[in-house]
């Protein structure tokens, strides 16, 4: 019997929200054998069980490899491009090494890149001790998509010390910043030494030093990295070349498998994945510690960890595993993440590990009022969270009751928000579709055989029937893309926001590799680990799917992250967007909005809108710096960024852009605001409450309260 006829059976657990959190690897000795047979199982089971179905050939295998190489050395820091060509003669022949299972690649690639991680370690001090000139006019670019490999060791020694320089320049800075704040405490500013003053040669000896340190600790943690990882590095990117959201998994223990299922981080509270050798910020978990604080956002890069009043930690090229035990911590403590926003900008964020507020994760509503001082009811769902237990509460049944307290209020119309929504359980997505319309389909779900199943809301009652605007952003993925999807399929709701939702309109499974291995022979070997896979695929009632291009609204207003390469479309092999048939349905005869009027409404309040004008400049702004990736690698021209960063911080702190930093901000620690004062505030909530008084559309018939 063939081996793939044996592994047939899988444990499955589907996941819904936008990206995931790695699994945490137990260590497990290189055993060649039990490698051969994952490499067997991955070979025969993903081309297999994807919903794609990519055929396991030289196509895939250089998806694979390009995988590989990245994440082998993301920097461009340690392979000189002769090492590339070398590993380059393997691109093809991923898909035979799987299927033979004679690999050779991972160490391949090992070798080479210890090789080169030993020459740079030795480089080090030689260059440490040569100093810097701090006033030498040179330039360094961080993005490594605009950089070659070194084309030789000099080459590659040049690049190491304008990194150091560099390295050795903001730490120095830094230092100069914290004394300087020491004697403003104390009284002391009309002491405080002019920005341009010489170098202070005590504190550039202690910068010196502290960096010597620092990537010495750094470069003993790359040589500490398995030959096991690098397999599973390598089976991990032969996965990721069937979508970003299939992948392998190591063996993992049971606290680490319950990390990846929750999406949070013990602590602080939000969703982190591996990208090009940085940990970048999936998701802010509502109610987390990092949520409460305000300034950690999705797609801010996490560069160092520190305890307060400790050593900064460099997590660059640090596997997710282990960038999660620097943060983790007990709850009352600080960390103190050093972060580098989207557009460049970099800033220490301090944050208290705590327990995510329970209630800050639920549903939240409120009563607003329209410039002609109408109410209009505003309900925010931040996920769909739901207790498959049966004892806890689930997002349909606190929307419902929501939903009935607004209506009891005299609500005219109503707000939902989906901003920054994840996603959650589709069942929810499903119900709650159900409580604005009279019953019909939602979504079309297609599965790796081809068959599709159409999920309805079977319920023809309507628990609120009068005017909707949706709102939604880029961070508004899966579950939530279902809902709105459906409520514009219907014309029931007229949906606001930036150009497009996340996109991610697929299903995974889990699919264990230790399952149902009847041979005695196979149980010898240790853990397997698992497969995350891509199942199924969501499409609206209208056919479109909701992967890749997201939901694009009625209305697309300006927003702060439009500049954001953000979103399912931007992911390396990334399902392409099709559609199916048309499932048929009504449109919603109920009160709506005249569209054509809305947009036409909607520029011009845009346009005279003070605040979205801010939010315009201060785009133009971000972007600008975003594409600024080389910086300046001299004493006055890092002052002059720095100084220009902290200006673009302030200025978009004074506009309620960022989030509030309680240290320059003391009258935040007075007490939290109420909900409707802080979305007075919001500019998207302003113009829906515009649109709502001078767009919407009665009609003859709305469906029956619950």
């Known amino acids: 019997m063939r081996l793939s006829r044996l592994v047939s059976t899988w444990v499955l657990i589907v996941f819904l929200a936008a990206g995931s959190a790695a699994a945490r690897v137990m260590p497990v000795g290189f055993d060649a054998g039990r490698n051969q047979l994952i490499a067997y199982m991955l070979s025969h089971q993903l081309p297999a069980q994807h919903f794609g179905h990519k055929k396991l050939d030289d196509k895939l295998s250089r998806a694979a490899y390009a995988l590989f190489l990245k994440q082998l050395d993301p920097r461009k820091r340690f392979l000189l491009q002769s090492d590339v060509d070398q590993l380059n003669a393997f691109a093809d022949h991923i898909d035979d090494e799987l299927q033979s299972g004679r690999m050779v690649l991972p160490d391949a690639g090992r070798q080479l890149l210890t090789a080169r991680i030993r020459q740079v370690r030795d480089m080090i001090d030689a260059i440490m001790d040569q100093g810097f000139d701090p006033n030498r006019k040179e330039y360094l670019e961080t993005d490594p998509e605009k950089i070659h490999y070194a084309k030789d060791t000099r080459e590659l020694r040049d690049r190491w010390r304008r990194i150091l320089k560099l390295q050795v320049l903001d730490t120095y800075l830094g230092l100069v910043d914290a004394r300087n704040k020491k004697k403003e405490k104390k009284g002391a500013a009309g002491n405080r030494p002019p920005a341009d003053r010489g170098i202070d040669k005590g504190l550039w000896q202690e910068a010196v030093a502290k960096v010597r340190k620092r990537n010495h600790q750094y470069l003993h943690r790359l040589l500490q990295v398995t030959r096991q990882e690098y397999y599973n590095r390598y089976f991990d990117a032969v996965a990721r070349a069937f979508d970003p959201h299939t992948d392998y998994m190591a063996p993992t223990s049971k606290e680490d498998f319950d990390i990846h299922m929750s999406g949070s981080l013990e602590g602080i509270g939000a969703l982190l994945r591996e990208e090009d050798g940085h940990i970048k910020v999936v998701r802010i978990i509502p109610g987390s510690a990092a949520a409460r604080q305000g300034q950690l956002q ?5 560069l160092a960890v520190a305890e307060k009043g400790g050593e900064p930690v460099d997590i660059s090229d640090m596997r997710i595993r282990d960038a999660v035990s620097y943060i983790r911590g007990p709850k009352g403590t600080e960390v103190r993440l050093t972060v580098q926003k989207p557009d460049g900008t970099r800033m220490v964020i301090p944050i208290i590990r705590d327990v995510v507020q329970i209630e800050e994760t639920y549903v939240k509503s409120a009563v607003l009022r329209t410039p002609d001082n109408e109410k209009v009811g505003y309900l925010r769902i931040p996920s769909f969270y739901r207790d498959f237990n049966g004892k806890g509460r689930n997002v349909t049944d606190d929307t419902r009751a929501a939903l009935v307290r607004l209506e009891k209020k005299g609500i005219q119309g109503l707000i939902l928000d989906l901003r920054n929504n994840g996603g959650g359980a589709l069942t929810d997505a499903v119900n709650i579709s159900g409580l604005f319309l009279p019953g019909g389909p939602v979504v079309q779900v297609k599965n790796t055989q081809g068959m599709i199943r159409v999920l309805e809301d079977e319920d023809p009652a309507v628990v609120y029937g009068g005017p909707l605007i949706v709102l939604v952003n880029q961070f508004s993925a899966s579950a939530s893309e279902i809902l709105a999807a459906a409520l514009q399929d219907y014309g029931r709701a007229l949906i606001i926001g930036g150009e497009h939702t996340h996109g991610k309109g697929t299903v995974q499974a889990l699919m264990d590799l230790n399952r149902n291995l009847p041979l005695l022979h196979l149980k010898k070997y240790a853990d397997l680990g698992a497969l995350k896979v891509t199942i199924q695929k969501f499409y609206r009632i209208n056919g479109g799917s909701t992967q890749y291009k997201g939901v694009e609204p009625d209305i697309v207003v300006p927003s702060m992250l439009d500049y954001l390469k953000s979103g399912e479309k931007y992911m390396d092999n990334s399902l392409p967007w099709d559609q199916v048939q048309n499932v048929g349905y009504q449109r919603w005869q109920g009160p709506h909005f005249d569209i054509e009027k809305a947009r036409r409404l909607a520029r011009q309040w845009v346009a005279a809108s ?37 200006k673009a911080r302030a200025e978009a702190r004074a506009v309620g852009l960022l989030g509030i930093d309680e240290e320059e901000n003391p009258a935040a620690k007075k007490g939290k605001r109420k909900l409707a004062e802080k979305l007075a505030e919001d500019p998207f909530v302003n113009i829906a409450l515009y649109l709502m008084q001078d767009s919407a559309v009665p009609a003859a018939t709305v469906g029956k309260a619950r």
């Not at 999705?298 to 996490?302: G, H, L, P, R």
């Not at 990736?629 to 002052?639: I, K, P, W």
């Open 298 to 302: 999705a797609e801010d890069t996490i």
């Open 610 to 646: 003070k605040r979205f004008q801010v939010i315009r400049d201060e785009l133009a702004k971000a972007k600008k710096r975003s594409e600024q990736t080389r910086l300046a690698d001299f004493l006055a021209g890092m002052r002059q960024e720095k100084k220009e960063l902290a």
